[in-house]
């Protein structure tokens, strides 16, 4: 395909950050390429973590590659163009300003006359559903007509290609149901001059009801696993049976060696998966509608969980060996049998003995404390090995979702004020809350 018929086109983008404070440093997007064609709507699907808005920012020139290139319309990207807009997962609006003067803001940077901005704006405030709001203040509207305006700032400097950053995702499931409706009628009727959209979501769902191509990510770092066409008419219908097995086709995608089965040091990136999640699904998959053998999408339906929730919570108990996933569908593993047929402590002792047998962090803390004359290791120095392996906020994580770990099993305690860790104290209570 031609640059002339390709409005963008990503060729081997990687970005990585330097990291001062550990000998590596972090790569967060590698080897990315796909192509954004007129008259399309391509999704980013992936999981928290796997670089979809960084994507997003490279491709309109707001973050630079570490290596490759997006062009558009055959011209490399490095700064902010003419022809690419985004809305951003925030509203992102001045507060001081009013609807009007909020959509004004971009046609004013490009330097258009006063008449004419005043003219496009309102335009695109009618359009978007917005009439008779324009002198309101952010602060009057509701979180979806704050997005609206979102939407209309980025659509009135007539945009080629609209971006969008998790667009729906901060508000509530009828407000985002009944925008992203909105936009799809705009799009579908022509009545916006955008000629192709990317979005970025961790909603199976909710891309399948807009997109025409939905782009998979693998995670750390954030590659392409797998590129799906979606030729489903609209209006689709989430219930339809050809809605759903596209929606299990791609769990069964995402799931494809997801996690390591065992954690291969104390730097593994630990999912960020509290112990009470962990029980809940597990008890979910033992509920007798499912008798220890759930697919993925009934799974997520049942708990009401999103991509971003739910498969951090697979991964964690896939790391346990308390559940084994393949082909989209996930069932207990005799271990998880055992665990929930028993009693609570024996279910900390078996906890306890997986944590130790395949999470080496939990085992090192384990004897760090042991080794010290009053059992007591600060949370300090278990961070700065951390930091040898994951970034500072990263190493940080890993080390709340191993306190949370250990101490439901009673391995140690933690005082959540001094950030010591101390012996666990089995059959008691714990200090620190």
Known sequence: MSDAETLLDLRQVSKCFVATDRAEDIVV??????????????????????????????????????????????????????????????????????????????????????????????????????????????KELSGGMRQRVGFARALVVNPDVLLMDEAFSALDVPTSETLRGDLLDLWLERQIPTRAILMVSHSIE???????????????????????????????????????????????????????????????????????????????????????????????????????????????????????????????????????????QRRKMIFGEHLLRRVPLAGHICRVIDARPNQRAPESGFLRELEDHLSGNEAGRVLQVIVDWGRYAELFAYDYHTGVFSAGNPGGSEIGG
């Not at 973050?63 to 807009?85: E, F, N």
């Not at 066409?229 to 049976?241: E, G, I, N, Q, S």
């Open 29 to 138: 997007l590698k080897d990315i390429d796909f192509s954004l064609r007129p008259g399309e709507i391509v999704a980013i699907l992936g999981r928290s973590g796997c670089g979809k808005s960084t994507l997003l920012r490279i491709i309109c020139g707001l973050t630079p590659a570490s290596a490759g290139q997006v062009r558009y319309r055959g011209q490399p990207v490095t700064r902010p163009v003419a022809g690419i807009s985004m809305v951003f997962q925030t509203f992102g609006l001045f507060p001081w300003l009013t609807v009007l003067e909020n959509v004004e803001l971009g046609l004013e940077a490009q330097g258009v006359p006063a008449m004419e901005r005043r003219r496009r704006a309102l335009a695109v405030i009618d359009l978007i559903g917005l009439d008779g709001f324009e002198s309101a203040y952010p």
């Open 206 to 344: 909710e891309v399948l009801m807009i997109a025409d191509r939905i782009v998979i990510l693998d995670s750390h770092p954030g590659r392409v696993k797998a590129e799906l066409p979606v030729t489903l008419k609209h209006p689709r219908d989430y219930t339809a049976p050809v809605f759903r097995q596209l929606v299990e086709h791609i769990y069964e995608i995402m799931t494809m060696a997801a996690g390591e089965s065992w954690a291969s040091s104390i730097g593994h990136r630990l999912p960020s998966a509290q112990v009470a999640q962990l029980l809940g699904v597990l008890d979910e998959i033992n509920h007798p509608a499912h008798q220890g053998h759930a697919d993925l999408a009934a799974l997520a339906n049942a708990l009401n969980l999103k991509v971003d929730d739910l498969f951090p919570i697979i991964e964690a108990l896939q790391l346990l060996d308390f559940a084994l996933v393949t082909g989209g569908d996930i069932c207990l593993s005799p271990h998880g049998q055992a665990f929930l047929d028993a009693d609570i």
